[in-house]
């Protein structure tokens, strides 16, 4: 494995060795940070989705998911679940980045996962 990445870094695998080795706990830091983010946010959608199924009162959400489309799902109001959340942080289980909590982000979020429910 070292042999493949020194062959495909060629002279440049020797200085970012030393340099990973020179910020080691800076970088462990950084990426075990975004980790705790990246599982709180995925978090905060399953908590997103639970709230949704207690308001309308329906466990499938591709069903809950067309009635926000149609608008037909009765007191419908995110800003009570913005303020359930600590850290306002989102992301789809099949994204590695995150979005703020707004309106706009949770329905696109929502739109990513249930792509059939129209």
Do not use: C
């Amino acid at each position: 494995m070292t042999q493949v990445f020194f062959d495909i870094l060629g002279k440049y695998a020797s200085s970012i060795i030393n340099f990973y080795r020179e910020n080691q706990t800076w970088l462990n830091i950084i990426v075990l940070t975004y980790g705790i983010l990246l599982s709180i946010a995925h978090r905060n959608v399953k908590r997103l989705e639970y709230y949704l199924q207690e308001l309308a009162g329906v466990g499938d959400m591709h069903r809950i998911w067309n009635l926000i489309q149609e608008d037909k799902l009765e007191g419908l109001d995110l800003e009570d679940f913005k303020k359930e959340i600590r850290i306002p942080i989102l992301s789809s289980p099949y994204h590695f980045y995150f979005y703020s909590v707004t309106t706009k982000s949770i329905l696109y979020i929502l739109r990513k996962k249930y792509p059939g429910s129209n």
